[in-house]
């Protein structure tokens, strides 16, 4: 049974950071591209962040570059979100989610793999 279970959400004022984990179990982690994606209340789930198999290669909306990054450990099949000068609207659940390849990509039809979510909210 595939198994993606995300942490490290909360609750964090503007400009403070969190550090998301998501651990995969169940599949072969070896080829597959990693993504974040997240979805705030009333609106469509939207792309935030994309990591190629072997790391090498990663994909970032405009709204997170320059403040969010990406990583992930294939021996621990983890991938991380690292989020800093969080804002308001940073605010929603936050998905990882199993690429279908080895790519880095911003598409939700590419993944079929997803998991249960975290909160982060931030406060102004």
């Known amino acids: 049974q595939v198994q993606l279970v995300e942490s490290g959400g909360g609750l964090v004022q503007a400009g403070g950071s969190l550090r998301l984990s998501c651990q995969v179990s169940?599949?072969?982690?070896?080829?597959?591209?990693m993504g974040w994606f997240r979805q705030a209340t009333g609106k469509e789930r939207e792309f935030v962040a994309a990591?190629?198999?072997?790391?090498?290669?990663?994909t970032y909306t405009d709204s997170v570059k320059g403040r969010f990054a990406i990583s992930r450990d294939n021996r621990a099949n983890t991938v991380y979100l690292q989020m800093n000068v969080l804002k308001p609207e940073d605010t929603g659940v936050y998905y990882c989610?199993?690429?279908?390849?080895?790519?880095?990509?911003?598409?939700?039809?590419?993944?079929?793999?997803w998991g249960q979510g975290t909160q982060v909210t931030v406060s102004s």
């Open positions: 989610a199993v690429d279908k390849r080895p790519w880095s990509s911003p598409a939700p039809v590419d993944y079929d793999y």
């Open positions: 169940g599949l072969t982690f070896d080829g597959r591209g």
């Open positions: 990591i190629s198999w072997e790391g090498d290669r990663t």
